[in-house]
């Protein structure tokens, strides 16, 4: 079983981000389904190893709090642009959570996450025919994307099953936050 943990987005929120998905040649759009702030790749578990992961999740206690998406950006891999982003503005009670999920996942026996915590969600995969220049006049065209703010009352953990086309998440357990 492959998971991670993540914010899932409201409705209203994925619809406005998925009226970015368009004007970019070379780039597979995430279905709006598929939106979501990652706030931990867990990658594959093992069942036993899952319910472990369910049990140090659901002992985590947080307050809910409201969170921003602004801006839009690309990242790099290998010397080459690969993934456009929205941006989530970082604010102390999502990097209180997103420490916690951290600790927990840890005391349930996983390794430390490597890469430093980068909130954004994914928009679309580049592929090698999109050209840099239409890239980053895209992402001048909408850097000043703002939605207003966005209630966070649960975090999940998501299974997913890599597609042909696109990852199919699926809900496993929702956390609620006080």
Do not use: C
Not at 12 to 17: A, F, H, V
Not at 112 to 141: C, K
Not at 143 to 165: D, Y
Request: aromatic share 8%.
């Amino acid at each position: 079983m492959r998971l991670f943990v993540a914010l899932d987005l409201p409705w209203e929120t994925r619809e406005k981000l998925s009226d970015l998905a368009l004007g970019l040649q070379g780039a597979r759009w995430i279905p709006p389904e598929n939106l979501h702030v990652t706030l931990r790749f867990i990658g594959e578990a093992p069942r036993h190893v899952a319910e472990e992961i369910d049990e140090a999740l659901a002992a985590l206690r947080s307050r809910s709090f409201a969170l921003e998406i602004a801006g839009v950006g690309v990242f790099e891999k290998s010397g080459r642009l690969s993934t456009v982003w929205a941006g989530v503005v970082r604010n102390q009670a999502l990097d209180h959570l997103q420490g916690k999920i951290e600790t927990a996942l840890q005391r349930a026996g996983l390794e430390p996450e490597r890469r430093r915590f980068a909130p954004h969600i994914t928009l679309a995969r580049l592929d090698g025919s999109a050209e840099p220049a239409r890239i980053m006049a895209w992402v001048q065209a909408h850097n000043l994307f703002r939605t207003g703010p966005v209630q966070v009352g649960h975090f999940t953990l998501f299974s997913s099953r890599l597609g042909k086309e696109q990852s199919a998440y699926t809900p496993e357990v929702e956390y609620e936050l006080a």
